[in-house]
């Protein structure tokens, strides 16, 4: 059998804490080889859950951006319709093993749509609806930072 990632990880993270930090005379080389391992030992740990992080969001966000369709439809600055409706649909074969770069680059194309949102949501003058919207993003981001902060 071979390796897994999380596997693949932590051998490269011990041959250089094991093999190659006891080497090194420069404090500069050392400090940087251990921040180095310590990513390692962080993509270690998080790598397990990264897909269903990414999947999650990716619902949520899309979620969002699909029930915030009335509220933008009219606002100047907002994302366009059809861009927010390409982001929104389920991908072609949801039965499909999830890819890492396309729940990436969703995630990002996500992310952008989110911000034009906040962006056109700031400059346009209080309404309820609009109001709504806004505590509901704040509320996303907050749940989505407080994930991430426990990887």
């Not at 409706?85 to 990436?104: C, F, G, I, N």
């Not at 709504?132 to 991430?148: D, G, K, P, S, Y």
């Given at each position: 059998?071979?390796?897994?990632?999380?596997?693949?990880?932590?051998?490269?993270?011990?041959?250089?804490?094991?093999?190659?930090?006891?080497?090194?005379?420069?404090?500069?080389?050392?400090?940087?080889?251990r921040g180095v391992?310590?990513?390692?030992?962080?993509?270690?740990?998080?790598?397990?859950?990264?897909?269903?992080?990414?999947?999650?969001?990716?619902?949520?966000?899309?979620?969002?951006?699909?029930?915030?369709?009335?509220?933008?439809?009219?606002?100047?600055?907002?994302?366009?319709?059809?861009?927010?409706?390409?982001?929104?649909?389920?991908?072609?074969?949801?039965?499909?093993?999830?890819?890492?770069?396309?729940?990436?680059?969703?995630?990002?194309?996500?992310?952008?749509?989110?911000?034009?949102?906040?962006?056109?949501?700031?400059?346009a003058p209080p309404?309820?609806?609009?109001?709504?919207?806004?505590?509901?993003?704040?509320?996303?981001?907050?749940?989505?930072?407080?994930?991430?902060?426990?990887?």
């Amino acid at each position: 059998m071979q390796p897994g990632i999380a596997e693949l990880l932590a051998g490269i993270r011990e041959i250089l804490e094991r093999v190659i930090a006891p080497g090194l005379d420069d404090p500069y080389r050392a400090t940087q080889l251990r921040g180095v391992g310590e990513t390692l030992a962080a993509l270690e740990s998080r790598w397990p859950r990264e897909l269903p992080r990414l999947m999650r969001e990716n619902d949520e966000f899309a979620a969002l951006l699909s029930d915030a369709r009335p509220v933008l439809a009219n606002l100047s600055g907002a994302p366009p319709d059809d861009e927010r409706a390409a982001a929104v649909s389920p991908p072609e074969d949801p039965s499909a093993y999830p890819d890492l770069a396309r729940l990436e680059a969703r995630n990002r194309e996500l992310r952008r749509l989110v911000s034009e949102t906040i962006r056109a949501l700031h400059a346009a003058p209080p309404d309820p609806e609009r109001d709504a919207l806004r505590t509901r993003i704040r509320n996303l981001l907050a749940a989505t930072l407080r994930r991430r902060a426990g990887d």
